[in-house]
C-alpha cells in the first residue's frame, strides 16, 4: 500500500508515524513544501521574546531523523500543486530546481493547514509587517527585533496569538499597542471574562485599542505609520498581524473535493473526504461539534493529533474508529494570568439561538488559609433543560489549566452541574479547598437552575432604568465606605434582618457583595421573608465593576520621550526621573485578603507612622493595583511605585507629599449635594427644585438632611417605635410629615402652607411629595444626619424608605466629588 501525506506538523507528522507503527511493510512519502516537518509551533511567540533561547528546542524532529526512524521519504521543499483523483495522483513542485513532477498514491491525506489572514490594505506589504505562523516566520521577526531594535510594536488582532506576541515582544523590550477590531480581546470568551484581562493588560502598561480597525500601512524613513478608522495614526518600528486564519483549502477545492459553508474540507465521522481515496485532517477541515451540532473548524494542535491517529489506523484497518468532533480546548499564558475556555461561551450560543443559563462565580486555586492563594474567576453555560454543561471559562493565576481541564471532560462526557458539584478531586490546602471552584461551580449554578436564587447580570443591570430597581449592597460598612454601585443602599448581611421592613417590595430588590457569596445568603434571607423579587448580582461588584469600568487603554505612549542614557521615559523632559527604589519603613503583607482589606489593612498601618515616612504592602487581589492609587490620591499620600509580579501587587506609599483631592477647592466633579437643615415647606420645595435642575443637568444628586430638615422625609404613615420622653416631646412638637410643614414667613397658623399647595395645584406645579419621589426615581440619595436623629428621637423606621443614614464622613465624601454644595 502506498500513502501520500501533504502537509507535516501536528496532523500530517502524526499520521504518518502512527501509519508505520501499524504498517511496517507499506510505502510512506510524506511532502512538506517548507523546510520543517515537525517543530513546536505553539512556542514560536515565546523564542521570539526570549523565554525560550535556544532555537533547535523549538524543533521535536528533523526531515532527516524523521524519515530515518520511520523509514519513509519526507520529502521537503515539495509543494503539491494539484490532485488528480480519477488516477489518484498528484503534481508536485521541487522549489529548489523549479521541477515538476507526478507522483501515484493508493490513499492519499491532507494536512494542508490554516493560513493567516492578510486583508488587502494599502501598504500591508511593506518592510516591518509581519504574520506568526511558521519557522521562517519566526527566523524574520526575531533578526529583525535584533537587527533594529524595535522600540514599538504594532499587533493587529488580540486574539491567543496576538496576546502571546503582545506579552513576548514587551519581555523582549519592545512598548507594545495591540489593535482590535471587536469589542474585547480574544473573543472566544464572553465579554465580562475578557474584561478581566484587559485590566490585567492595563497593569502592564499595555497599550490597546477595542472596537479599532486599522485602515492603512505606511512607511517612512525606517518607520511605519499605522492608520486607523478612527482617524488616529500610530507611528511604530514593527507591526505583527494576528487578525486570524482560515483553512488552507484551495488543492482540495480545485480537486474538486466538497467544501463546507466554513471553507473547512467536508471529512466523514472516519475523517474520510467526499472521494474515498483521500482523507483529510487538522485545520482545514470542518466538522460537527458535538455539544450544539453544528459546523464547526477547530486550530488546535490538541485535536489534529488526535485526529492523525484515527485517520491512519482507519487506513490501515478500514473504516473503524469514529472521531467524535472537538470541544475547542484552549488555553493562553497572558503576563501573569493563565485564560482558558472550553466548550461554547454563553455570546456564542445566543448566536446559535441556543437556549442556556450562564453562571459566573470568584473562588480561590487553594485553601485561604495556606499562603499564596490566587483569585480564580469562572463562567459556565448550561442548558436550562436538563444543566448539561455546555462551556466553560477560568480566568486566573494559579491552578487554571487543571480546572479547565475538568471541565472539558465533563462537557466531553456530557456531565450536568449536579455532576460538577459532586465532582471527587485531591484536596490538600496547598492544592484546593475542601470545595474546589469546580464543586462551587457546579453548586452555584444548580441554585439557579433549581429557582433558589435568581441572578442578574452586569448588562441588564446597568441598562436598567435607576426607579425600577432597589440596589442592596449587603457587604461591610467599611467595604461600602471604598465605593460601591450608584444609587445603591447598605445594609451589611449581618445586621440585615434588622432591616426588612426599611426594604420595598413593590421593586425589584438586587442584592450584591463583592463575588456574589454573601449576596446568595442575603437573597435567602430575603426571599424566606416574604420578598419575592429578589436577584442575586452575577459575579458580585467584582464582576459589574471589571466589565462596566473603561476597557481600553489608549494614549499611554503619547507623552514618551528618549533620555540621555536611551532610555524610554514618560512625561515631561524636564523633568527628572529618579530610580524607583523607596525605601519602607514599614512593610505590610495584605495577601490573601480580598477587597477591601487589602486597603483597609494600609490605611491602619497609614495611621501608625508619622509624615514623609513610606509603607510597603503587598497584595494579591487584582483590584489593589487600580484602588491603591485611588485611595492615595483621595487621602493625599503619594504612591511611589507599583508592581505586579504573578499575582502579587506591591506598591510603595508615602505619608503625604501629595494633594487631597478633598482640599483647596479642587473638586471638578460633575455632582451636587444639597444640606436641608429646615422643615420650612418653602425652603424644602426650593430644596427639590434646585435638585431636580441639578438632576435635569446631569449631575449625581445627594441630599443630606439634618436637625429640622429630617422632618421632610418623614414618613406620613410610620410604624410605632419605642422612645425616651424627650424623643417623645420632640416628636409632639416637630411636624409628623412633609405634609404637615408649615412656611417660614406667613404661616398663619398653617393656612399659608395650605394656601401655597392650593396654588401650586391650580398652577399644575408638582407638590413636594411628587418632587421628592420624582427625585429619589432620578437617581438622587437622600442621606439623613445620625447624630440629628439621636439628639432628636427620630427612629430610621420613621424615615422614607431608601434614605441612608450617614454622618459628616459620609456628607464630606459626597461634597468632595461634587462642584456644588448648598445649604439651605
Not at 448566536?351 to 453562571?359: A, G, K, L, Q
Not at 423579587?533 to 452575577?538: D, W
Not at 503619547?558 to 533620555?563: K, S, V
Request: net charge neutral.
Amino acid at each position: 500500500m502506498k500513502y501520500l501525506i501533504i502537509g507535516g506538523v501536528a496532523g500530517g507528522a502524526t499520521t504518518a508515524a502512527r501509519l508505520r507503527r501499524m504498517d511496517e511493510k507499506c510505502q510512506i512519502i510524506m511532502f512538506e513544501r517548507g523546510e520543517y516537518i515537525s517543530y513546536a509551533n505553539c512556542g514560536l511567540p515565546y523564542y521570539v521574546g526570549g523565554t525560550i533561547t535556544d532555537r533547535d528546542k523549538l524543533f521535536v524532529q528533523t526531515p532527516e531523523s524523521f524519515g530515518k526512524r520511520f523509514n519513509m521519504e519526507v520529502r521537503i521543499m515539495n509543494e503539491v500543486v494539484s490532485i488528480n483523483k480519477a488516477d489518484q495522483s498528484v503534481t508536485v513542485k521541487n522549489l529548489r530546481d523549479g521541477s515538476t513532477y507526478v507522483e501515484t498514491y493508493d490513499k492519499l491525506v491532507l494536512s494542508p493547514g490554516a493560513e493567516p489572514v492578510r486583508p488587502p490594505l494599502p501598504g500591508i506589504h511593506s518592510e516591518g509587517i509581519y504574520t506568526l505562523r511558521n519557522v521562517p516566520d519566526t527566523d524574520r521577526i526575531k533578526q529583525f527585533i535584533t537587527d533594529r531594535k524595535p522600540r514599538h510594536a504594532v499587533v493587529v488582532g488580540a486574539g491567543f496569538i496576538g496576546l502571546e506576541m503582545a506579552e513576548n515582544l514587551h519581555q523582549a523590550g519592545v512598548n507594545v499597542t495591540i489593535v482590535e477590531m471587536a469589542e474585547q480581546v480574544m473573543t472566544p470568551l464572553d465579554y465580562s471574562m475578557a474584561a478581566l484581562v484587559h485590566q490585567h493588560l492595563k497593569t502592564k502598561n499595555v497599550e490597546f485599542f477595542l472596537n479599532t480597525a486599522v485602515s492603512s500601512f505606511a512607511q517612512k524613513d525606517n518607520r511605519l505609520t499605522v492608520s486607523l478608522n478612527n482617524g488616529r495614526q500610530i507611528e511604530t518600528d514593527l507591526v505583527i498581524l494576528s487578525i486570524g486564519v482560515r483553512p488552507e483549502n484551495k488543492l482540495a477545492k480545485e480537486a474538486g473535493l466538497e467544501i463546507g459553508e466554513t471553507g473547512g474540507i467536508v471529512v466523514n465521522e472516519y475523517l474520510q473526504t467526499s472521494d474515498a481515496n483521500i482523507y483529510a485532517l487538522g485545520d482545514a477541515i470542518e466538522f460537527t461539534n458535538p455539544i450544539i451540532g453544528k459546523k464547526m473548524i477547530t486550530y488546535l494542535a490538541g485535536p489534529a493529533n488526535k485526529q492523525g491517529r484515527i485517520v491512519a489506523d482507519n487506513l490501515v484497518l478500514g473504516n473503524k474508529k469514529t472521531y467524535k468532533g472537538a470541544i475547542n480546548t484552549a488555553i493562553a499564558k497572558v503576563f501573569d494570568i493563565t485564560v482558558a475556555s472550553t466548550g461554547l461561551s454563553g455570546k456564542m450560543l445566543g448566536r446559535f439561538n441556543v437556549p442556556h443559563i450562564d453562571s459566573i462565580t470568584h473562588s480561590s486555586s487553594h485553601a485561604g488559609y495556606y499562603p499564596g492563594a490566587q483569585p480564580m474567576s469562572i463562567k459556565i453555560s448550561f442548558s436550562p433543560d436538563n444543566g448539561q454543561l455546555m462551556g466553560a471559562q477560568v480566568v486566573g493565576y494559579e491552578g487554571v489549566d487543571k480546572r479547565i481541564d475538568l471541565f472539558a471532560e465533563a462537557i466531553r462526557q456530557k456531565a450536568t452541574i449536579y455532576d460538577l458539584a459532586e465532582i471527587e478531586h485531591a484536596y490538600a490546602p496547598p492544592y484546593s479547598s475542601a470545595k474546589d471552584p469546580v464543586n462551587i461551580a457546579g453548586m452555584v449554578a444548580e441554585n439557579i437552575l433549581n429557582g433558589t436564587t435568581k441572578t442578574i447580570w452586569w448588562r441588564e443591570l446597568a441598562t436598567s432604568q435607576a426607579k425600577e430597581l432597589f440596589l442592596l449592597d449587603i457587604r461591610t460598612a467599611d467595604e461600602f465606605s471604598l465605593g460601591s454601585i450608584e444609587g445603591a443602599v447598605n445594609y451589611p448581611l449581618d445586621n440585615l434582618r434588622d432591616h426588612l421592613h426599611q426594604l420595598p417590595k413593590d421593586k425589584k430588590i438586587v442584592v450584591f457583595c463583592g463575588v456574589g457569596l454573601r449576596g446568595h445568603v442575603a437573597c435567602r434571607i430575603l426571599m424566606q421573608n416574604g420578598f419575592s423579587e429578589v436577584y442575586n448580582l452575577a459575579g458580585g461588584l467584582k464582576t459589574y465593576e471589571t466589565a462596566t469600568q473603561k476597557q481600553s487603554n489608549e494614549d499611554i505612549f503619547a507623552n514618551d520621550y528618549i533620555g540621555n542614557d536611551d532610555l524610554i521615559y514618560q512625561g515631561s523632559q524636564d523633568k527628572i526621573h529618579p530610580a524607583a527604589s523607596a525605601i519602607a519603613q514599614l512593610e505590610v503583607d495584605a495577601c490573601g485578603l480580598q477587597c477591601p482589606g487589602p486597603v483597609l489593612k494600609l490605611k491602619t498601618s497609614m495611621d501608625s507612622i508619622s509624615n514623609g515616612q513610606t509603607v510597603k504592602i503587598k497584595a494579591s487581589d487584582p483590584g489593589f493595583y487600580k484602588d491603591v492609587q485611588s485611595w492615595a490620591k483621595l487621602t493625599g499620600n503619594q504612591v511611589l511605585e507599583v508592581t505586579q509580579s504573578g499575582a502579587e501587587i506591591t506598591a510603595v506609599i508615602q505619608k503625604g507629599g501629595a494633594p487631597s483631592s478633598a482640599g483647596g477647592g479642587n473638586r471638578s466633579g460633575n455632582n451636587a449635594t444639597f444640606i436641608c437643615f429646615s422643615d420650612d415647606l418653602d425652603k424644602a420645595l426650593a430644596t427639590f427644585v434646585l435638585a431636580s435642575g441639578a438632576l435635569s443637568a446631569g449631575k449625581k444628586v445627594s441630599i443630606f438632611f439634618t436637625f429640622w430638615g429630617l422632618n421632610v422625609i418623614k414618613k406620613d404613615k410610620k410604624p410605632t417605635v419605642k422612645k425616651d420622653f424627650f424623643g417623645k416631646m420632640f416628636g409632639m412638637m416637630m411636624p409628623s410629615s412633609s405634609k404637615k410643614l408649615g412656611l417660614s414667613k406667613m404661616n398663619f397658623m398653617g393656612m399659608g402652607a395650605s394656601m401655597m399647595r392650593m396654588i401650586m395645584r391650580n398652577k399644575n406645579v408638582e407638590m413636594l411629595e411628587q418632587m421628592m419621589a420624582n427625585a429619589k426615581a432620578s437617581g438622587a440619595d437622600f442621606i439623613a444626619c445620625q447624630m440629628s436623629m439621636d439628639v432628636m428621637g427620630i427612629h430610621a423606621e420613621e424615615l422614607m424608605d431608601g434614605v441612608e443614614i450617614g454622618g459628616v464622613a459620609t456628607y464630606l465624601e459626597k461634597a468632595e466629588q461634587a462642584n456644588l454644595n448648598l445649604f439651605l
